[in-house]
């Protein structure tokens, strides 16, 4: 949540073609060589790659000209849980404040007998308060009659503000980290499509917007 998937469901919507989302940071540079018109997007450790066009921030991704364009992206958690859950998953959408809505909708149109939520955490190796914060709304939402409005929700950037994977927004040295991030990944509900994992016809992984 913090900050790959808000930044996925943002560039999608801002008019990007699709996110190509690669687990390893030479796999994305080969990409780049392939598709030199592709914005080259990752992290690591939340540091920018060097080379790379953007670091993992949604601020920056979005001052670029996206229209039609594809991006590589490449970070030490989401883009990890996504190559690792299209090896046996039957759908994989990511999961995102920004898009819950939306993704909760697409879910439930598909009637799927088993639905697996994945917090992905710190790093990729323990909890944290964003993303479990984030599994639990989509759980609450998709075990209620009717989608938003769940209680606490309305204080969801104020207690997010508390968890501390936010503190580097608000550090004035943190400049790979800006704090127009942390509105643009609590902003719940904001855009209005899920975001669907597949292939591309060459044969990539790609993330694009769902549609029935």
Known sequence: MFR?????AHALAAGAERVLPVSGIEEARALKVIL???LLVGERHARPLPGFDCGNSPTDVLAQ?????TIIHTTHAGTQGLVAAARS????????FVNAAATVAAIRALHPPVVTLVAMGHEAREPCVEDESCAALLATRLGEESQGGSPG?????????????AAKFFDPAADWAPEGDFALCTALDQ??????LG????????????SA
């Not at 000209?65 to 364009?69: C, M, Q, V, Y």
């Open 36 to 38: 030199p018109d592709a």
């Open 199 to 210: 292939r591309s016809g060459e044969g990539w992984l790609e993330l694009r917007r769902w």
């Open 89 to 96: 998953a039957q759908r994989v959408f990511t999961g995102a």
């Open 65 to 69: 000209p996206l229209a039609g364009r």
């Open 4 to 8: 790959a998937c808000s930044l996925v």
């Open 191 to 196: 855009v209005p499509f899920a975001v669907v």
């Open 153 to 165: 929700e309305a204080d969801l950037p104020a207690r997010l503000r508390a968890a501390p994977a």
